[in-house]
């Protein structure tokens, strides 16, 4: 009859206990280890998402606070015709100048399209590079987009697009109504605007990126997506996102032809 292997631990030859109960028992604290390391990595995981998703509802509010103080001067913001007309709008509060880079810009901000029962649910997306009107003073800039037309709006949509060169873009005017009606103005797919303490104007963004952020898409809707994903689809907005999209539905509620 076969004998279990003993394991001495060093006293007398009666203290000993049996090879397979001491790997066992190394057994159960290596599973005890990694059960409490895959526990602690899930708390950490939970944490970090918590986090992006903080920062990202804070985003969204910003847009809105942006978007409110700029059209509550009538007189030095966006002509409401052209946000009546407009097919989607962006807004990027707090583009930082340098950034990572010296003399990079970038952004992060909201994309947000026009569909029959009104405006969609906002997709995440980075701005990045083009002259954001930093000579006006400070180090922060917001910006604001709309685009005009079905065929920017399209451009918007891919994986990334350079302003000015996959879409014609030109600086918005500023004012209640639009009165120079210049060809930049009317071929232009997209219009944008930059605030800089305080001053608001239309300045162009030729040369800058736009992609789309699925890192912060992911935060928002639970896993990593498109703007076409997102703006096209049915998809319902999130809290953080109700009040820049009443203020478009407040600004803008019917698109005209």
């Given at each position: 009859m076969?004998q279990p292997?003993?394991?001495s631990?060093g006293?007398?030859?009666?203290?000993?206990?049996?090879l397979?109960?001491c790997?066992?028992?190394n057994?159960?604290k290596?599973t005890?280890?990694?059960?409490?390391?895959l526990?602690?990595?899930?708390?950490?995981?939970?944490?970090?998402?918590?986090e992006d998703?903080?920062?990202?509802d804070?985003?969204?509010?910003?847009?809105?606070?942006?978007l409110?103080?700029?059209?509550?001067?009538?007189d030095?913001?966006?002509?409401s015709?052209?946000?009546?007309?407009?097919h989607?709008?962006?807004?990027?509060?707090?583009v930082?100048?340098?950034?990572f880079?010296v003399?990079?810009q970038?952004?992060?901000?909201f994309?947000?399209?026009?569909?029959k029962?009104?405006?969609?649910?906002?997709?995440?997306?980075?701005?990045?590079?083009?002259?954001?009107?930093?000579?006006?003073?400070?180090?922060?800039?917001?910006?604001?987009m709309l685009?005009?037309?079905?065929?920017?709006?399209e451009?918007?949509?891919?994986?990334?697009f350079?302003?000015g060169?996959?879409?014609?873009?030109a600086a918005?005017?500023?004012?209640?109504?639009?009165?120079a009606?210049t060809?930049?103005?009317?071929?232009?797919e997209?219009?944008?605007?930059?605030?800089?303490?305080?001053?608001f104007?239309?300045i162009?963004?030729?040369?800058?990126?736009?992609?789309p952020?699925?890192d912060?898409?992911?935060?928002?809707?639970?896993?990593?997506?498109g703007?076409?994903?997102?703006?096209?689809s049915?998809?319902?907005?999130?809290?953080?996102?109700?009040p820049?999209?009443?203020l478009?539905?407040?600004y803008?509620?019917?698109?005209?032809?």
């Amino acid at each position: 009859m076969l004998q279990p292997m003993l394991y001495s631990t060093g006293g007398d030859r009666h203290d000993t206990i049996p090879l397979v109960d001491c790997l066992g028992g190394n057994m159960k604290k290596r599973t005890l280890a990694t059960a409490l390391t895959l526990a602690m990595c899930t708390v950490l995981t939970m944490a970090n998402e918590q986090e992006d998703r903080k920062k990202v509802d804070e985003r969204l509010q910003s847009s809105a606070e942006v978007l409110r103080e700029v059209m509550a001067a009538p007189d030095k913001g966006i002509p409401s015709d052209l946000l009546k007309k407009a097919h989607c709008a962006v807004v990027v509060p707090g583009v930082k100048k340098g950034a990572f880079l010296v003399g990079a810009q970038y952004g992060k901000g909201f994309v947000t399209c026009r569909k029959k029962a009104g405006w969609s649910a906002p997709a995440s997306v980075r701005v990045e590079g083009g002259s954001f009107g930093f000579q006006i003073g400070g180090e922060e800039v917001d910006v604001i987009m709309l685009v005009m037309n079905a065929r920017g709006a399209e451009k918007l949509m891919t994986s990334k697009f350079t302003l000015g060169g996959d879409a014609s873009v030109a600086a918005g005017p500023v004012g209640r109504t639009t009165t120079a009606q210049t060809d930049a103005l009317m071929n232009a797919e997209i219009l944008t605007w930059s605030r800089s303490r305080g001053v608001f104007a239309g300045i162009s963004l030729a040369g800058a990126t736009l992609r789309p952020d699925e890192d912060d898409n992911a935060a928002l809707y639970g896993k990593k997506l498109g703007s076409k994903d997102i703006v096209y689809s049915n998809r319902t907005a999130p809290a953080a996102a109700r009040p820049l999209l009443a203020l478009l539905h407040k600004y803008s509620p019917v698109e005209l032809s």
